[in-house]
């Protein structure tokens, strides 16, 4: 199983980002995916997750800014971040979620730095 996060970079406050997460060798419409974050000094914590129904939740720090979104076909999972916050720093992390049969998986982390 390989979860290869990729888009983040350096962006201005206020500035937008889309993050994405293609996955493989893995039965990607039986995943809950979300994406997580960890901010220097800081535990990881939850952004944003998606069901396999295509139900969304948020971390209320980012509820209005970011969208999570799949694509099935493509088994990628995507962040769109919008009016971005130097707090919003951090490596971001991609997530699929455990089933009856395996484990939880992650991928590898793609920084993101919101600074002027």
């Known amino acids: 199983v390989q979860l290869q996060a990729s888009g983040g970079g350096l962006v201005q406050p206020g500035g937008s980002l889309r993050l994405s997460c293609a996955a493989s060798?893995?039965?990607?419409?039986?995943?809950?995916m979300g994406w997580y974050r960890q901010a220097p000094g800081k535990q990881r914590e939850l952004v944003a997750i998606i069901t396999t129904g295509g139900r969304t939740n948020y971390a209320d720090s980012v509820k209005g800014r970011f969208t999570i979104s799949r694509d099935n076909a493509k088994n990628t999972v995507y962040l769109q971040m919008n009016s971005l916050k130097s707090e919003d720093t951090g490596v971001y992390y991609c997530n699929a979620g455990s089933t009856d049969w395996d484990r939880e998986y992650w991928g590898q982390g793609t920084q993101l730095t919101v600074s002027s």
């Open positions: 060798r893995i039965m990607f419409t039986t995943r809950n």
